[in-house]
């Protein structure tokens, strides 16, 4: 699935139109030799860090990312519920190759088998996805609209669905799955384990891997409770490398859920869609065209 993000990112791909003004501004008793001794600071422990990282060979496979990567895999899914916040970059190269940020905010609750009620808020997107086991049903709260699927079966069936009908991959619903260990290891020609850092303030194991068209690195939560922290996906030969990052925190792996939050209410004023507004679910409106 992740290798389904190259397609994702060349869809997205828009030309933007905008104006940049520049200032002029005079920088006075600019001392130079500090500014020398500051770039000195700077790139010497860059240059340090990236001379002690690991080196690996093409399709090497690193055991230790597998055993990490399966732990994580089995500790999600021998979880039957769970409520997590997430932190959402989407990277955009422009027609002129400007590199251009985009950010959103997303709630996750979580039941298993089949539930799960996500919201989606963006630049543009606001939006609401509710699967009851039997129906997904995509919100569209700036539009005041909806659209359902008949979906009969589990989670997976319900992101495979959805993906199937828009056309347009979930890369962050990769750890959704029931086996994320099957979803994210496919197509994986090498990986490697860098240690451990930190991510909002939590020890985190760092895992890399590379595909033939995408490279991704994952942080998962040193300990009993090995979860994802961030998830980050770089399409390494669209121009400029742009990145899609999902950052994941406030874990509740046993949260009280009400089984009416699963269910979709229509709000009053909302018109029903007979298919999936794919508008509703890009970052981007029709003034910015496809590159």
Known sequence: MVRLCLNFYNKIRLSLHYTIFYKNQTLENLDMKKTQWLWIGLIIPILIVLTNLPVKSENIIDTNATQILQSMSSYLGETQA??????????????????LQFNSFGTIALARPDKFHIRRQGVVADIDFFFDGETLTLQGNRSNVY??????????DAIRAFELETGIPAPGADLLFNDVYSILSEGVENSVYLGTAYVNGIECHHLAFREADVDWQLWVQVGDTPLPMKYVITNKWVTAAPQ???SLRDWNTNPELDAQQFIFVAPEGF??????PTDELEEFQSTQEER
């Open 82 to 99: 769970f409520t997590v916040n997430t932190d959402i970059n989407l990277e955009i190269v422009t027609a002129n190759n400007q590199k």
């Open 147 to 156: 659209a359902q699927l008949n979906v009969s079966g589990t989670i997976d």
């Open 244 to 246: 899609y990052t999902i």
């Open 271 to 276: 018109e029903p869609l007979e298919t999936i």
